[in-house]
Each structure stands twice: as C-alpha cells, then as structure tokens.
C-alpha cells in the first residue's frame, strides 16, 4: 500500500467480511454483539468502523489522527494473506 494509504470503502467492507464469521454482515454491530462462538476480529473490525466513520469518535481533536491510524492499520491487514493453519500472515506466505 502506498504511504497515503489508499484503500477504497468496497476494500474495508470485505476486510469487515473477511474478520468477521457473523451474518448477515453488519457493518454497526458492536464489539459485544459477535456471537460468542465466532472467531471475529474485534480489533480490526473496529479499525474498518472508525475509517468508514460508522463509530462516531468524540474527541474532535483526536479523530483524524485516529482515523488515519485506524486507515493504516487496515492497509496492512489488506496485505496479509491466508495462510495454511486457517489465520492471516505477511504477504508472501503461503496461501491455502
């Protein structure tokens, strides 16, 4: 990914897809609301929610550096790919 981090809203809703086993997709569903007994990544998703302002930060002063944090975050977890034990690794390991 480039230095601005250029990434599409489509890219950050499939990565929202991509850590997240619920469904139907819900790009608002809250940290608490993933059932239990799936293996959804919190962190990221909440990345892809601060980015696409679905979460509405409160702090003024600090929203666009969080923003752009969170926007970083998410390039990089766009580059890992699946890797054979089922999780996500850095790009050039194996696929499955």
């Not at 569903?29 to 962190?43: K, Q, V």
């Not at 969170?70 to 996500?88: D, H, Q, T, V, Y």
Request: hydrophobic share 35%; charged share 35%.
């Amino acid at each position: 990914m480039s230095e601005h981090h250029e990434i599409t809203d489509d890219q950050l809703r499939d990565l929202f897809a991509r850590h997240c086993e619920c469904r139907p997709i819900d790009l608002a569903r809250g940290e608490d609301d993933h059932a239990a007994n799936h293996d959804c990544d919190t962190e990221i998703l909440r990345d892809v929610q601060v980015v696409l302002d679905v979460v509405v930060l409160f702090d003024d002063v600090g929203r666009i550096p969080a923003m752009r944090e969170a926007r970083s975050r998410c390039a990089e977890a766009l580059l890992r790919k699946r890797n054979a034990r089922g999780g996500w690794g850095a790009p050039g390991n194996e696929a499955s």
